[in-house]
């Protein structure tokens, strides 16, 4: 089998702004990318690039979701409507804008560690992944529409990705270098950084909204 390898391009992913693209046993699973630098699919010889796991397919996106996606910004990212710019930022400064951050820095620590191979980081990263969906998806919703039905579908990737990445490296192997369960943990990444791209889609505007204050 051929080794793991990751390429992160670009600062952190709570940073909103990097295009992560995670490359696994000669499977390229998934990209995240900035304004400046819209998604390219990208693909390793012989394989081709994915946005999720089999079987673990993303929630549908409504109509709406769809057309604001569409119209609202050419990059893909939603931008925040002029009229709900105040109650998105007041949102953002609340628990909602705490759980995003816990969601955005983890789901990167994530990445990173199982493409360096640095599992027990990666476990502990999804344990923390895992409480920060838990806690948005129990908190107040974005308030767009169209934002928080994106939010939702990446939260239940990220959430599914979590878990499974917990379920693919158990606490007794996680010093190994070949986790419990290869197949698993290439499937989670994959899932989360199909989460990682709709969490960028949705949210990017909003960390955008505070380098612009």
């Not at 990751?6 to 600062?11: A, D, E, N, P, Y």
């Not at 397919?57 to 604001?68: E, I, V």
């Not at 609202?72 to 628990?95: E, F, I, N």
């Amino acid at each position: 089998m051929a080794s793991a390898r990751l390429q992160r391009k670009g600062s952190a992913l709570t940073a909103m702004a990097t295009t992560v693209c995670i490359t696994m046993i000669g499977l390229t699973v998934g990209c995240t990318s900035s304004p400046a630098s819209p998604s390219a699919a990208s693909s390793a010889p012989g394989a081709q690039a994915t946005s999720g796991a089999a079987g673990e397919n993303s929630a549908p996106s409504g109509p709406t979701a769809a057309a604001s996606a569409a119209t609202r910004s050419g990059t893909g990212v939603l931008s925040v409507p002029k009229a709900r710019v105040s109650s998105v930022k007041a949102w953002d400064s609340g628990p909602g804008g705490a759980a995003l951050k816990v969601v955005s820095g983890q789901v990167g620590v994530a990445l990173q560690a199982v493409g360096l191979r640095q599992y027990a980081a990666a476990r502990g990263a999804c344990v923390k992944l895992a409480a920060g969906v838990s806690a948005a998806r129990a908190g107040a919703p974005i308030p767009d529409a169209a934002m928080q039905h994106l939010y939702q579908t990446a939260l239940a990737d990220l959430g599914r990705g979590a878990a499974n990445c917990q379920a693919s490296i158990s606490k007794g192997h996680q010093y190994f270098k070949t986790p419990q369960d290869a197949q698993t943990l290439r499937r989670s990444m994959s899932t989360l950084s199909a989460g990682a791209d709709d969490l960028y889609r949705a949210t990017g505007d909003i960390d955008a909204l505070k380098r612009t204050d």
